[in-house]
């Protein structure tokens, strides 16, 4: 923030939240609510309170502290005093007093209804800043809440990207209510020391019965076609009425403030040619293990980026993998200490591939049988233009041996890749048949099935989840359809249950199935169903993730709610959710590639449309 003015140094700390030009944008809006509300004012001296010393001059007083200097005025002319003290020109020693600090607090409510929706809200983004440095300039505690939200949930205390992201969030149709007023005014005790109490919105706000004893700031759009100013009147509960008139920054950067106030704006991509040239992406999917995010070009490479810890965080160039011509890649995958690894065909031999190392057990020892029933004489389907790369997993065996499987997408199919020590061949053979999902969950091989396990003693249809460790292999029946299925990022994995599980029951109807037990989860039947997870509005509330018919608005689907999680800023070429991390990626039909944090809001990554050309 060393690009601030000397007249925003105050708020420095609180604008160094957002990226160095969205600051210089909010800065004046700030400056001028901040002139226009006041500092909270102290306690009066009426107030008590223990005394402690004296703060500075007063014009009012006892005697017993008129200044020393005015006593010369008896001495040397008594009627020139009569006449200070009648005009109130004398001066006195103000007393101070030790004020019990920790039951000072500022408490703002933000109307997020339809009234408020665009830009008004960017006066309540910069009444946040003025408030929250307010209060903590007078040693005053701060809350603020959204009035819509459920008052159980509790308040905020500061101002940071995850509150701020919440409140981002919370735009909704539904207007403010005397009902959730008075839960508000319950909840933080308004009634019984209002002490500094803001509701923020439209002017509607002042014909709530519970509205009485509160200051307001009123936030109206001014029509006009010829600007774009946004006008702010500041009612204070015992001060007179103040307006100010702010205008409002450039459209693109309304935008950004409205959408995601934090994510730093990149540079256009320089023009290059020759060797260094990558081409533009074709497919890209979370690994296994969900470290990673692999990336297909449309020249046949692929490659293995790391998922930035947030937006700000420099990206590694991918290690990308280009095979020969004659080699065409049906599967890859990541290992956690073993890189990126491809499985190949050769078109012109029929002869599978391994660009990677497989490691082998340490004792030296040739690998048990994994699966009872192997079928050798099947291969996976060729992959055509335009269809997904197969996923390689990686299991451990109990001499910590690595052996592959792969799943094909295409065959919703699971083998088992082979690699004759020595000799590099490559043979593969089908363990498992109607594959939905698999994953890495805990350092396990998992996936679903339609297709009842051999030692099953129970044939009927339905879904199967399937746990793969070491020499074993554990299976459990769900009893749903089972046609598709979806792992779910948790921080916990139970053993008997793999991770947090959602499977689809019938159109319309998924089962989330999660260490407490099996929930139900409606979802309407024109939404697409991309992954499952949970959002930051409830962590633990695992649901559906889908994608709403406007292919742009992505919602959380739970057996208690639904959550509307963010609106994508244009149409959806390809969406996937990562079971590794609480992360969401997707193709904009424009070309380039995004990806969003589920618990934090906003925008991770960004690679711009024609990066990579």
Known sequence: MSALPPALRPWASQLSLFPEDLALHLGPHVARLSAALGSLRPRGETEGGEPQGYDGLTRRGTFDRLLVSEWLWALESPDELVRRAAFGELSFLKPAFRQPQGARRTVVLLDAGPDQLGAPRIAHLAL????????????????WGVLQSDPGQ???SDVTPATLGTWLAARTA??????????????????A???????????????????????????????????????????????????????????????????????????????SSGRGQVPPLRWFSFSAD???????????????????????????????VTPPREQTVLGAGWRYNGGLILLTRNERSGAYGLHGKVRRNAAGKPPEALFTSRDTGVHPTPLLKGQPLGRLLSSVDAFGGERLLLLSYVDESLFLVDEEEGTRRVTLS?????????????????????SAPPDAADV???????????????????????????????????????????????????????????????????????????CREQPRDFGVLALD?????????????QYKVMVLPGDVEQIQASHGAPLIGWRPKEGGLMLSNLRDGGILFHEPPGAGE
């Not at 946040?128 to 809350?143: K, N, P, Y």
């Not at 995601?260 to 023009?271: L, N, S």
């Open 193 to 271: 020391a209002p002490e500094d109490a803001w509701l923020v919105g439209d002017a509607r706000l002042a014909r709530l019965p519970g509205a009485s004893g509160l200051s307001r700031v009123e936030v109206s759009e001014v029509l006009a076609t010829d600007a774009r100013r946004l006008a702010v009147r500041v009612r204070p509960a015992s001060r007179a009425e103040r307006s100010v008139t702010l205008d409002l920054p450039p459209p693109d950067t309304c935008v950004r403030l409205l959408r995601d106030p934090f994510q730093q704006t990149r540079p256009p991509p320089i023009a």
């Open 430 to 450: 089908r363990v498992a048949t109607q594959v939905t999902a698999a994953a890495e969950v805990g350092r396990k091989v998992c996936f679903v099935t339609r």
């Open 174 to 191: 539904e207007l403010p209510t005397e009902a959730r007023l008075a839960a508000w005014r319950s909840a933080l005790s308004l009634d």
């Open 460 to 534: 009927a249809p339905g879904a199967w989840g399937v746990v793969v460790d070491k020499e074993r292999v554990d299976s459990r029946r769900f009893g749903v359809e089972g046609k598709r299925a979806y792992f779910a990022y948790t921080d916990n994995h139970d053993d008997g249950v793999p991770g947090v599980l959602a499977v689809r029951s019938e159109p319309g109807l998924w089962r989330m199935v999660i260490a407490s037990g099996e929930l139900d989860v409606r979802v309407p039947t024109e939404a697409q169903v991309f992954g499952a997870g949970s």
């Open 154 to 156: 509790g308040a905020f």
């Open 290 to 320: 969900g470290h990673r995010l692999l990336l297909q070009r449309i020249d046949g490479s692929v490659g293995a980026m790391a998922i930035p810890h947030s937006a700000r965080a420099t990206v590694p160039k991918p290690r990308r």
């Open 128 to 143: 946040l800043i003025v408030l929250s440095r307010r209060a903590e300039a007078a040693g005053a505690a701060f809350s």
């Open 549 to 561: 018919k406007d292919r742009r608005t992505v919602w959380l689907f739970s057996c208690k709610r």
